[in-house]
């Protein structure tokens, strides 16, 4: 998110709205504020 600086998941596009999932906490959030980052691959 642009505002926050936080990396989530896009579960769902709603128009122009998105339901992204930052952590435990799903947000709608709308497409605008939104940018690409890459994936880091995640190592367990």
Avoid: C, F, S, W
Avoid at 4 to 17: A, P, S
């Amino acid at each position: 998110m642009k505002q926050n600086r936080q990396i989530g998941i896009v579960k769902e596009i709603r128009g122009k709205k998105a339901l992204l999932q930052v952590g435990i906490m799903p947000m709608t959030i709308e497409l605008k504020d939104l940018v690409v980052v890459k994936d880091k691959k995640i190592e367990e």
